[in-house]
């Protein structure tokens, strides 16, 4: 079964800030930071910065000579940040990871920690349209001005590929009917509001409706946003831009990110080990798994934050 972080209607928990309007709870805080092993004259990277909850940990452990880059293609992030000489930030997606390192004039890094989860502050804002509990323009863009929302993309979408986002990304059990249903509603007249994409879902539902609900959007999210080809792109930058012995620690979400990442870690491309094209043996993985298991949130951890129980921890080491 995909392992989705299902937005059923719950509040967040706890933030960053302790304030009364949390941005976002960062998962899994101590065992991600702890997994980078933080020199304090490193160089860092913290792919999604949001409520700045894993970056504040970082520069709270790293020297007056330490360096910390943080990405966030969400401008609401940029209201986190810290006043902080050591931080750089970069408002664009983590796939620009290279260029934006060597803008920087920055040459090899010592970790690189990416934690891909919506924020509780994208899902507890109506206009965004990430959440099934309001209704909203249908837009669920995590880069506002990136041009295609949800709504445009169901208009471009064929019933075929429609399948496939469906199926593959959010596991719905009828894609194939669904797809034909939003596509052939789509030629009539656009869908545009989350409540008119739910009514319009309503007569084929599949079970319990807010998990169906949240697994279509889940899926819609994830191809308006190219989730899965940013962390293709991150993932095979991380190989050329870390120093050996660097550490790469990701928080997943949904299984087919976990799926990738444990590949990229033990050198494989869909599951098959690289070859060396010339000699045919196999080629020595860029990192080392730190374990073949991933690291699970605790009970309590759950208990506080229960958008954290899908969460996944998974680090290699740079050779």
Do not use: W
Request: aromatic share 6%; with cysteine; hydrophobic share 40%.
């Amino acid at each position: 079964m995909l392992r989705a972080m299902y937005d059923l209607g719950g509040k967040s928990t706890g933030g960053d800030g302790g304030d009364d309007h949390p941005y976002h709870i960062p998962v899994m805080l101590q065992e991600a930071v702890d997994a980078l092993c933080i020199k304090q004259d490193g160089v860092y990277v913290d792919c999604t910065f949001g409520g700045g909850g894993h970056a504040r940990e970082v520069l709270s452990r790293l020297g007056p000579a330490g360096r910390l880059v943080a990405f966030d293609q969400d401008e609401d992030a940029r209201a986190n940040l810290p006043e902080d000489s050591r931080l750089v930030f970069v408002p664009h997606n983590f796939r620009h990871l290279s260029r934006f390192l060597r803008l920087y004039q920055i040459g090899k890094v010592d970790g690189v920690l990416a934690d891909l989860g919506v924020s509780s502050h994208q899902f507890d804002e109506p206009e965004r349209g990430f959440s099934i509990r309001f209704d909203a323009a249908l837009d669920m863009r995590m880069d506002r001005s990136a041009p295609l929302t949800a709504a445009e993309f169901l208009m471009q979408s064929s019933p075929e590929s429609l399948q496939f986002v469906l199926q593959e990304y959010g596991e719905v059990t009828n894609a194939k009917t669904l797809a034909q249903l939003l596509c052939d509603q789509v030629k009539r007249a656009p869908i545009k509001t989350i409540a008119a994409l739910k009514a319009v879902m309503a007569p084929v539902v599949k079970g319990n409706p807010n998990k169906y609900f949240a697994q279509v959007f889940q899926a819609l999210r994830i191809a308006v946003n190219d989730e899965l080809g940013a962390l293709r792109s991150l993932l095979e930058q991380c190989s050329e831009v870390m120093a050996p012995g660097g550490r790469l620690a990701v928080i997943t979400f949904h299984s087919i990110e976990d799926r990738m990442v444990k590949q990229f870690l033990r050198g494989e491309v869909d599951g098959a080990s690289v070859q060396d094209p010339v000699f045919g043996t196999r080629e020595k993985p860029a990192f080392r798994q730190v374990s073949k298991k991933p690291v699970e949130p605790s009970v309590e951890e759950i208990k506080r934050n229960p958008r954290s129980r899908s969460a996944r921890l998974r680090v290699g080491v740079k050779q």
